[in-house]
């Protein structure tokens, strides 16, 4: 199990901060705290620390949302499952890197 | 409520409080998970593991392992926020191949073996030969680790070989504040970024690489404040999105256009006349070049930066005439507040510490200093490059507090206080870092005096300029023999004699000094994986075993030395015996002997009672009439430094010139030591990326990190790429003079190169840009230029290294 705790910062415009919020909703997993003028408190929980971050990215992205910052982690089951030698990364990757938005920006 | 509920009421309580403040509610209420109910965990502080930006952590502990991280609300630093290298930062101690036991090379092989036989081969290999003995550590040692290495090398082994890897980050920002104010480190604090009108960053991108202080300024802009951000930069990255300027100049440039600036200033009469008649001298380069210049005079100077006009730095430069005027215009305004932010771009420079002091020289000319918001500051990658590197001194030139092993009155107080010998310090400044890995790989009959090196708490396999000469040659030398304590195996460990299986972070007590003077500490709270142990406790454990062998360095004055300590009973406790290192507080005891290093150089750091309360105290503190202690915000200003004498605005009181007055230097432009041509005809830039940090080491074992930010890739304008051929994602060739590598190219990715110009992020062991890399360094401050040096690119098999002889390159 893995629980975030994340504060999003919506849009000022005021019709995007609305679609940002009907889009969270459709988000399992997500319990939506008391908005505070237009940043909002969410928790996420997961049954595993890998899927979170995905939650994460996947809200970054959202139309109407500026950023997310993180304020805990709880990652009691989180053991990392491989060490960064020999993990499979091969010369012939393809593909840009999937970057994400997973910073506080 | 149950376990799982108690979790979840936790994190909404953090994020509920975090937003409300950030909607500047005028009560956030309590946003901490508090202590010991309902079977949750039990909290403790610490700072972050990673960037300098010292952002402290609440950490979550149940049943002897880490389990949660949380923002500290209490912190200054971070108020609650943490990014995403600091959330994750627990899991770090949990990758599966954590080194458990020490490994020592047999037959090729790396074999299990018993600490006793380790300590033992290290000690004999130093009793061997002491002067071939060098000690490799870094930014990341704690302030008792580094402190403790730095006094079995110079006041125990008379030993100045003894560099931390931050001479590969910082050292061009300390050559430029000690040759600017005759001290180190900024004066300024990170209320700098909450006070300023403009934020001016000179090759940083702090968006990635120290995002929670770049999220203050960016929250300052929601709440509705109105700050300037300009991005003086070679590449787009994160930060450019959110600036209203982005002004991109050719690689080296930024000499002529800090030179612009101040042509400008003078040119249009609207540098501070006072501030310049009151607290400042002008001053040149010797030739060869020097810490410390020559005098040179207004006039003189006025005339060596009249050539930069803006015409003449936008040909050098690209950057367009009226951008250069709109900074010039910029400075010249009282009623502004300038920050200027720089990091890595400005101190990997071939003429670091030159563009270092230009930077501060605008600052002092245009009287932009001294009033909050108005500061040149500069930030380090590592969390106690300042702490460690910086204020212990653990550089092969330097002694604690600011002191110099050339300077004989430094050396005698040091022998002092360390309560040694006189004449036991050698006068004899050790080997830069790259001179030392450079002798390390150089045969011994070949000039290589240095045998055997032990490195802790980094990486130079992957992090030291061009690996091929700096670290590969070590390869073969049947006589040289390289340990390495390490959390887990890296490149460095592949090469490794002896490997030692370190604790890491909270594994372990620890003392951090962060980017703006700030020294924080931590108490050990879970234990290391099987026989992993603290780097501290190797380091007091090889010197007891060189008493026992009977090195004479081993004892002071009273036959001591820094095994010896007590308890509070009076009883001598054996703390380089593993079982008893953690009966009394060896971190304390060490930082308390440290403390009065401190002094000299009004750099007195806190007792460590009062660092043990606080989320980290801001030096010089100093106690209060009431007994209290109270730290400083703002160095050499009469209203906050308690060591400005009374009545004076400013007072820059450790001043090379010993009158109190600071130093604007006049440095001309220079070109790259390496710079693009017909057949290298690409810029090739390296740096960090937000996910990981620095060599990856510990984030690529965190699978969130390695997920988001896999592998390192190679950014190219999409202009080049069509030239060459090469699809977004094609694995090309990098080539160097040095050497090539292999990686995708990413084109339109997170960064933006301009035409001619490539990055590639070092993070990736698999994908080694420092094979590549350049290694010419700074005159003065000896730290290298990773982001400038001459590469081509190619299909995969198309081209074999080249290795050619390049043009020569300047020292
Ligand atoms: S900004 Fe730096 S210190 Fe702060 S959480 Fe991120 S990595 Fe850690």
Same mark, same amino acid.
């Given at each position: 199990?893995?629980?975030?705790?994340?504060?999003?910062?919506?849009?000022?415009?005021?019709?995007?901060?609305?679609?940002?919020?009907?889009?969270?909703?459709?988000?399992?997993?997500?319990?939506?705290?008391?908005?505070?003028?237009?940043?909002?408190?969410?928790?996420?929980?997961?049954?595993?620390?890998?899927?979170?971050?995905?939650?994460?990215?996947?809200?970054?992205?959202?139309?109407?949302?500026?950023?997310?910052?993180?304020?805990?982690?709880?990652?009691?089951?989180?053991?990392?499952?491989?060490?960064?030698?020999?993990?499979?990364?091969?010369?012939?990757?393809?593909?840009?890197?999937?970057?994400?938005?997973?910073?506080?920006? | 409520?149950?376990?799982?509920?108690?979790?979840?009421?936790?994190?909404?309580?953090?994020?509920?409080?975090?937003?409300?403040?950030?909607?500047?509610?005028?009560?956030?209420?309590?946003?901490?998970?508090?202590?010991?109910?309902?079977?949750?965990?039990?909290?403790?502080?610490?700072?972050?593991?990673?960037?300098?930006?010292?952002?402290?952590?609440?950490?979550?502990?149940?049943?002897?392992?880490?389990?949660?991280?949380?923002?500290?609300? &209490?912190?200054?630093?971070?108020?609650?926020?943490?990014?995403?290298?600091?959330?994750?930062?627990?899991?770090?101690?949990?990758?599966?191949?954590?080194?458990?036991?020490?490994?020592?090379?047999?037959?090729?092989?790396?074999?299990?073996?018993?600490?006793?036989?380790?300590?033992?081969?290290?000690?004999?290999?130093?009793?061997?030969?002491?002067?071939?003995?060098?000690?490799?550590?870094?930014?990341?040692?704690?302030?008792?680790?580094?402190?403790?290495?730095?006094?079995?090398?110079?006041?125990?082994?008379?030993?100045?070989?003894?560099?931390?890897?931050?001479?590969?980050?910082?050292?061009?920002?300390?050559?430029?504040?000690?040759?600017?104010?005759?001290?180190?480190?900024?004066?300024?604090?990170?209320?700098?970024?909450?006070?300023?009108?403009?934020?001016?960053?000179?090759?940083? *991108?702090?968006?990635?690489?120290?995002?929670?202080?770049?999220?203050?300024?960016?929250?300052?802009?929601?709440?509705?404040?109105?700050?300037?951000?300009?991005?003086?930069?070679?590449?787009?990255?994160?930060?450019?999105?959110?600036?209203?300027?982005?002004?991109?100049?050719?690689?080296?440039?930024?000499?002529?256009?800090?030179?612009?600036?101040?042509?400008?200033?003078?040119?249009?009469?609207?540098?501070?006349?006072?501030?310049?008649?009151?607290?400042?001298?002008?001053?040149?380069?010797?030739?060869?070049?020097?810490?410390?210049?020559?005098?040179?005079?207004?006039?003189?100077?006025?005339?060596?930066?009249?050539?930069?006009?803006?015409?003449?730095?936008?040909?050098?430069?690209?950057?367009?005439?009226?951008?250069?005027?709109?900074?010039?215009?910029?400075?010249?305004?009282?009623?502004?507040?300038?920050?200027?932010?720089?990091?890595?771009?400005? *101190?990997?420079?071939?003429?670091?510490?030159?563009?270092?002091?230009?930077?501060?020289?605008?600052?002092?000319?245009?009287?932009? /200093?001294?009033?909050?918001?108005?500061?040149?500051?500069?930030?380090?990658?590592?969390?106690?490059?300042?702490?460690?590197?910086?204020?212990?001194?653990?550089?092969?030139?330097?002694?604690?507090?600011?002191?110099?092993?050339?300077?004989?009155?430094?050396?005698?107080?040091?022998?002092?206080?360390?309560?040694?010998?006189?004449?036991?310090?050698?006068?004899?400044?050790?080997?830069?870092?790259?001179?030392?890995?450079?002798?390390?790989?150089?045969?011994?009959?070949?000039?290589?005096?240095?045998?055997?090196?032990?490195?802790?708490?980094?990486?130079?396999?992957?992090?030291?300029? *061009?690996?091929?000469?700096?670290?590969?040659?070590?390869?073969?030398?049947?006589? &040289?023999?390289?340990?390495?304590?390490?959390?887990?195996?890296?490149?460095?460990?592949?090469?490794?004699?002896?490997?030692?299986?370190?604790?890491?972070?909270?594994?372990?007590?620890?003392?951090?000094?962060?980017?703006?003077?700030?020294?924080?500490?931590?108490?050990?709270?879970?234990?290391?994986?099987?026989?992993?142990?603290?780097?501290?406790?190797?380091?007091?454990?090889?010197?007891?075993?060189?008493?026992?062998?009977?090195?004479?360095?081993?004892?002071?004055?009273?036959?001591?030395?820094?095994?010896?300590?007590?308890?509070?009973?009076?009883?001598?406790?054996?703390?380089?015996?593993?079982?008893?290192?953690?009966?009394?507080?060896?971190? &304390?005891?060490?930082?308390?002997?440290?403390?009065?290093?401190?002094?000299?150089?009004?750099? *007195?750091?806190?007792?460590?009672?009062?660092?043990? &309360?606080?989320?980290?105290?801001?030096?010089?503190?100093?106690?209060?009439?009431?007994?209290?202690?109270?730290?400083?915000?703002?160095?050499?200003?009469?209203?906050?430094?308690?060591?400005?004498?009374?009545?004076?605005?400013?007072?820059?009181?450790?001043?090379?010139?010993?009158?109190?007055?600071?130093?604007?230097? /006049?440095?001309?432009?220079?070109?790259?030591?390496?710079?693009?041509?017909?057949?290298?005809?690409?810029?090739?830039?390296?740096?960090?990326?937000?996910?990981?940090?620095?060599?990856?080491?510990?984030?690529?074992?965190?699978?969130?990190?390695?997920?988001?930010?896999?592998?390192?890739?190679?950014?190219?304008?999409?202009?080049?790429?069509?030239?060459?051929?090469?699809?977004?994602?094609?694995?090309?060739?990098?080539?160097?003079?040095?050497?090539?590598?292999?990686?995708?190219?990413?084109?339109?990715?997170?960064?933006?190169?301009?035409?001619?110009?490539?990055?590639?992020?070092?993070?990736?062991?698999?994908?080694?840009?420092?094979?590549?890399?350049?290694?010419?360094?700074?005159?003065?401050?000896?730290?290298?230029?990773?982001?400038?040096?001459?590469?081509?690119?190619?299909?995969?098999?198309?081209?074999?290294?080249?290795?050619?002889?390049?043009?020569?390159?300047?020292?």
């Amino acid at each position: 199990m893995s629980v975030s705790g994340l504060v999003i910062t919506l849009s000022e415009e005021p019709s995007a901060r609305d679609r940002a919020l009907e889009s969270l909703e459709a988000y399992p997993g997500i319990e939506r705290g008391q908005l505070s003028d237009r940043w909002l408190p969410v928790v996420v929980e997961r049954p595993d620390d890998e899927s979170g971050e995905a939650v994460f990215r996947e809200i970054s992205l959202l139309p109407g949302v500026e950023y997310v910052d993180v304020v805990f982690v709880h990652f009691e089951n989180a053991d990392t499952k491989q060490g960064a030698l020999g993990n499979g990364q091969t010369k012939g990757m393809h593909g840009s890197p999937q970057v994400t938005a997973a910073s506080n920006r | 409520m149950n376990r799982r509920d108690f979790i979840k009421f936790s994190a909404m309580a953090a994020a509920t409080a975090m937003a409300r403040r950030k909607s500047g509610a005028a009560e956030a209420g309590p946003g901490e998970a508090s202590n010991g109910e309902g079977n949750s965990p039990e909290w403790h502080k610490a700072p972050c593991r990673f960037c300098g930006t010292g952002c402290h952590v609440r950490v979550g502990v149940q049943d002897g392992r880490v389990v949660a991280i949380q923002g500290d609300e &209490k912190a200054d630093v971070n108020n609650g926020l943490l990014c995403v290298k600091g959330y994750h930062v627990g899991m770090i101690l949990y990758g599966k191949d954590r080194l458990t036991q020490p490994l020592l090379r047999e037959g090729g092989e790396l074999k299990p073996v018993s600490w006793d036989k380790a300590i033992d081969v290290i000690a004999k290999r130093i009793m061997e030969d002491p002067d071939a003995f060098g000690f490799y550590g870094s930014g990341q040692w704690t302030i008792p680790e580094g402190y403790v290495a730095q006094k079995l090398m110079k006041a125990g082994l008379s030993n100045n070989h003894i560099e931390p890897n931050a001479r590969l980050c910082m050292a061009s920002a300390v050559t430029g504040f000690v040759s600017t104010y005759g001290v180190d480190e900024p004066a300024g604090c990170y209320q700098d970024l909450d006070e300023c009108d403009v934020l001016i960053m000179w090759g940083n *991108n702090p968006a990635e690489m120290h995002p929670v202080l770049f999220s203050r300024v960016i929250d300052r802009r929601s709440r509705g404040e109105k700050v300037r951000l300009i991005d003086i930069s070679t590449r787009r990255t994160r930060t450019t999105e959110f600036c209203q300027d982005y002004l991109e100049f050719r690689p080296q440039t930024d000499l002529a256009i800090a030179n612009g600036i101040a042509h400008l200033l003078i040119q249009n009469g609207t540098f501070d006349r006072e501030f310049v008649d009151r607290y400042c001298h002008f001053r040149q380069d010797t030739e060869p070049d020097s810490l410390f210049g020559k005098p040179m005079s207004f006039e003189e100077y006025r005339q060596a930066v009249a050539k930069y006009t803006p015409e003449y730095v936008e040909e050098l430069s690209g950057v367009p005439a009226e951008k250069i005027r709109m900074l010039g215009e910029l400075f010249g305004r009282r009623d502004l507040r300038i920050t200027s932010l720089w990091c890595m771009g400005m *101190n990997q420079h071939s003429r670091g510490t030159a563009i270092n002091r230009l930077v501060h020289g605008i600052h002092l000319l245009s009287g932009h /200093f001294g009033r909050p918001g108005d500061a040149p500051t500069s930030l380090t990658g590592q969390p106690s490059a300042c702490g460690t590197a910086r204020e212990v001194g653990t550089l092969a030139h330097a002694l604690p507090g600011g002191r110099l092993v050339a300077k004989e009155d430094h050396r005698r107080q040091c022998e002092k206080l360390w309560n040694v010998p006189e004449g036991r310090i050698s006068s004899k400044p050790g080997y830069h870092t790259v001179k030392l890995w450079e002798k390390f790989c150089t045969p011994t009959n070949q000039g290589g005096d240095i045998r055997t090196l032990f490195v802790q708490v980094t990486n130079p396999g992957q992090s030291l300029p *061009n690996l091929h000469k700096h670290f590969r040659g070590k390869k073969g030398l049947e006589d &040289k023999f390289l340990v390495v304590s390490e959390v887990y195996p890296s490149a460095s460990t592949e090469l490794a004699d002896l490997v030692l299986p370190a604790s890491l972070w909270v594994e372990k007590n620890g003392i951090f000094g962060n980017s703006e003077r700030r020294t924080q500490q931590w108490y050990k709270m879970v234990e290391p994986p099987g026989d992993a142990r603290d780097d501290c406790w190797m380091t007091i454990a090889i010197a007891r075993r060189l008493y026992e062998l009977g090195h004479s360095g081993m004892k002071d004055r009273d036959g001591q030395f820094i095994f010896a300590m007590k308890n509070d009973e009076g009883e001598e406790v054996p703390i380089w015996q593993w079982p008893h290192y953690y009966d009394i507080n060896v971190d &304390k005891r060490l930082y308390e002997e440290y403390r009065p290093f401190t002094w000299m150089k009004h750099k *007195n750091v806190a007792p460590y009672d009062e660092l043990v &309360k606080a989320r980290g105290l801001r030096w010089p503190v100093v106690e209060t009439d009431d007994g209290g202690w109270r730290e400083t915000r703002f160095r050499f200003s009469g209203f906050d430094d308690p060591f400005v004498e009374e009545g004076k605005r400013i007072q820059f009181y450790h001043s090379v010139t010993k009158d109190d007055r600071a130093l604007i230097w /006049f440095n001309p432009y220079e070109p790259a030591a390496e710079e693009p041509d017909k057949e290298f005809r690409y810029w090739l830039c390296t740096g960090r990326v937000l996910e990981h940090w620095h060599t990856g080491t510990m984030t690529m074992r965190v699978p969130p990190l390695r997920r988001s930010m896999p592998h390192a890739y190679i950014e190219m304008h999409p202009d080049d790429a069509a030239e060459e051929g090469f699809s977004n994602g094609e694995v090309i060739q990098l080539m160097t003079r040095r050497g090539q590598i292999e990686a995708p190219v990413w084109i339109e990715g997170r960064g933006r190169v301009p035409r001619g110009s490539l990055f590639v992020p070092f993070f990736d062991e698999h994908r080694l840009v420092n094979l590549v890399t350049l290694g010419a360094v700074c005159p003065i401050s000896k730290e290298p230029d990773y982001k400038k040096c001459a590469a081509k690119v190619g299909k995969v098999g198309s081209s074999t290294p080249a290795m050619a002889k390049g043009p020569e390159v300047r020292p």
